[in-house]
């Protein structure tokens, strides 16, 4: 971060690196604002900056600062929580979102129209926050006015945010869009209607939406890539899901899940150009295996988020705010991190530099943060 200059009108901060201080500094990116997250790097490592300011009316570049130094150390995990999960996931926006126009909000007491929203999250680059049937959680609003939103999205019918909600946001002046569909294939589709409209992507996630683990699984990718989910059922295909592939070209799909979550047959009858299934073992080798796919580009990470497997109330809000660092979501069981997301955790030690682990010690105890201090040291 350096000082934002106050004589220059149409200023540009270019910032610069070397691995040395007298070393040769090459220029890392140019930027409207007077900061920069530098990642990932190698922890231990000293790394020197410098920064020049651009007149870019003028097209006119200052001399570079002098030097100063930085060197990343390994993370230690940060315990992200409230006092019910609506709380936790006004907690995670906080530590993860500084300003954004726009917000999402789904019901808090069950996970489908949350997880099909996430690619909706990331269109708009949104925190997801939950809320209770009748009434905004305690925060919420102040969250909101923290954030500079304007406008909110509504995931869910009337039957899971109630009027009263909306009203209640309409009163303190936001603009409020709502999906609201017939069941929960419905409300997905109208979402995925909405993202694939603005981000003309020929892209999906689909998977079941009976369950919440490879849901949770893959909202991650579902933000960062901007994709929508859709939610089949294991033996069939909804109306609702298959009139989204009627209506557009969709060119390929993910299915997220084995063939016991998703039976062949249904994964064969998809509308797609190219369809390619994705799954592990179980809901935590799943994650592992879609991160394996998904995350390959953004390797080695600068990030890690943790969650529980075993309920979806902590990693709903987890997952988006995981994939706004470009980073995956390890879904663990809470008595222990099975092989391959400890494979992955222990991987990233040489570049992770923020861990979050969602939700309380009932969630997740203690001692799951101090196997995952342990592996990044």
């Known amino acids: 971060m350096c000082e934002e200059t106050t004589d220059v009108v149409d200023a540009e901060y270019r910032f610069w690196r070397a691995s040395s201080q007298f070393g040769t500094y090459a220029p890392m990116i140019s930027s409207d604002d007077p900061f920069w997250w530098d990642t990932p790097l190698a922890n231990g490592t000293t790394y020197w900056y410098k920064v020049s300011v651009i007149d870019a009316a003028r097209g006119i570049e200052e001399p570079m600062s002098p030097p100063l130094s930085a060197q990343p150390v390994p993370a230690t995990p940060q315990r992200v929580s409230g006092a019910d999960r609506y709380q936790t996931a006004i907690a995670i926006s906080r530590y993860n979102f500084t300003e954004t126009g726009s917000a999402v909000i789904a019901t808090g007491a069950d996970y489908p129209d949350a997880l099909a929203a996430s690619g909706l999250c990331g269109l708009y680059d949104t925190p997801l926050l939950l809320t209770p049937t009748n009434a905004p959680p305690p ?47 419905d409300t997905a589709a109208l979402i995925a209607r909405h993202v694939l409209a ?35 059922q294991p033996d069939a295909i909804p109306p609702e899901t298959s009139s989204v592939f009627w209506d ?90 099975v092989p391959e997301p400890r494979t992955l955790v222990d991987s990233t030690e040489p570049t992770v530099q923020l861990v979050q682990v969602y939700g309380g010690a009932v969630a997740l105890p203690e001692s799951i943060v101090t196997e995952v201090r342990n592996l990044l040291r």
């Open 139 to 185: 925060g919420l609003l102040a969250d909101l006015e923290r954030l500079g939103v304007w406008r909110v999205f509504l995931a869910g019918s009337t039957s899971v945010i109630s009027t009263s909600v909306e009203n209640a946001l309409r009163s303190e002046g936001y603009s409020v869009t709502r999906f609201a569909g017939k069941n929960r294939y």
């Open 198 to 232: 603005r981000n003309e992507s020929p892209e999906v996630f689909v998977v079941r939406g009976d369950d919440f683990a490879d849901a949770l699984a893959v909202s991650p990718w579902a933000y960062w890539y901007q994709v929508p989910i859709l939610l089949v």
């Open 248 to 337: 557009r070209h969709i060119e390929f799909a993910v299915v997220a899940g084995g063939p016991n979550a998703i039976l062949d047959r249904v994964a064969a009858r998809l509308m797609v150009d190219e369809a390619v299934r994705i799954y592990g073992s179980n809901r935590y080798t799943t994650a592992i295996a879609l991160e394996e796919v998904l995350g390959a580009p953004y390797r080695p990470y600068f990030a890690l988020g943790v969650a529980t497997g075993t309920n979806f109330a902590d990693a709903l809000g987890g997952g988006v705010a995981c994939e706004s660092w470009a980073s995956p979501l390890i879904l663990t069981s809470p008595s222990g991190l």
